[in-house]
C-alpha cells in the first residue's frame, strides 16, 4: 500500500470513533481491494450490479458487498445473491421487488432507505423524509427484508455549515424512525465530508475517493 493511502487510512480509523467504515471499490482492482482486506476490512461497496457482481465471484466469500447505488428493479435479481446489504432502497416499488427476489431465493436481505435530504440537489436519488417514513415502515413489516436504518448523502458545496445542516436534519429524522422500527444505521458522510457527518451522529461512513487516490 502507498505511504500516502496508508496514512489516510489511519486517519479514517482514528476518526471513526465506533462507526462502521464502508470502503467504496468501484473502478478498483482486486488488488487494491484486497490490500484492505489484508487489513481486516470486510464492508466493500459497489454501486454497478455487474461490477459488484464479478468481484463477488472472484474474491473471498466473507466480503459483505453493499449495493450504494441507484438501483434499477432488473438489476435485483442480478446483485440479491451476492450482496449483504441494499443501502438505496429509495422507492416503494424497488422495495417490493427486493422482497419478491429475496423470498424466491429464500433470502433475508438488510437494507437501508435512501433518503434525499439535500433539496438544492434536484438530481440526486432518494425518498423525501415524509416518503422515508412510509418506505422504512413497509421494509420493517416485509419478512425478507431486515430494514437496518437510512442512508443520506451531503449537498454537494464547500459551505461546511450547510453540510452540517443536512446531516443534522438525517440524524433528527433517523433518530425518529430509530425509536420507532429499531433502527441502528444511520449511513451518511463520504471522502469529503465524512468528519461533518460523524460528528453529527452518523454510524457508517463511505469513503472510495480518499483511501485510493492522493
Known amino acids: 500500500m502507498q505511504l500516502m493511502i496508508k496514512r489516510h487510512y489511519e486517519q479514517v480509523e482514528k476518526d471513526l470513533n465506533g462507526a462502521t467504515l464502508c470502503i467504496v471499490s ?25 461490477e459488484l457482481c464479478a468481484k463477488a465471484q472472484s474474491l473471498p466469500g466473507d466480503i459483505q458487498w453493499n449495493f ?25 416499488r424497488l422495495a417490493k421487488e427486493i422482497e419478491k427476489e429475496a423470498a424466491r431465493i429464500d433470502k433475508t436481505i438488510d437494507v437501508l432507505v435512501e433518503v434525499h435530504m439535500a433539496a438544492e440537489d434536484e438530481e440526486k436519488s432518494g425518498a423525501s423524509p415524509e416518503e422515508a417514513r412510509e418506505l422504512v415502515a413497509f421494509c ?12 443520506a448523502m451531503g ?30 444505521i444511520l449511513s451518511m458522510g463520504m471522502s469529503d465530508d465524512y468528519r461533518i457527518a460523524l460528528s453529527c451522529g452518523s454510524t457508517m461512513v463511505r469513503i472510495g475517493t480518499y483511501l485510493f487516490e492522493e
Not at 482486486?30 to 464492508?43: C, F, K, S
Not at 420493517?140 to 442512508?151: D, T, W
Not at 449537498?155 to 445542516?165: K, L, Q, S
Request: glycine share 6%; aromatic share 6%.
Open 26 to 50: 468501484k473502478k478498483r482492482s482486486e488488488q487494491e481491494i484486497m490490500e484492505y482486506y489484508a487489513l481486516g476490512r470486510r464492508v466493500f461497496g459497489e454501486n454497478h450490479a455487474q
Open 68 to 92: 450504494i447505488g441507484h438501483l434499477q428493479r432488473n438489476k435485483v435479481r442480478q446483485i440479491l445473491p451476492y450482496v449483504s446489504m441494499i443501502q438505496s432502497v429509495d422507492s416503494l
Open 140 to 151: 420493517a413489516s416485509q419478512p425478507h427484508l431486515c430494514c437496518k436504518g437510512i442512508m
Open 155 to 184: 449537498p454537494h458545496t464547500n459551505d461546511v455549515d450547510r453540510i452540517r445542516e443536512v446531516f443534522d436534519e438525517t440524524h433528527a429524522l433517523y433518530q425518529s424512525l430509530a425509536k420507532e422500527h429499531g433502527l441502528s
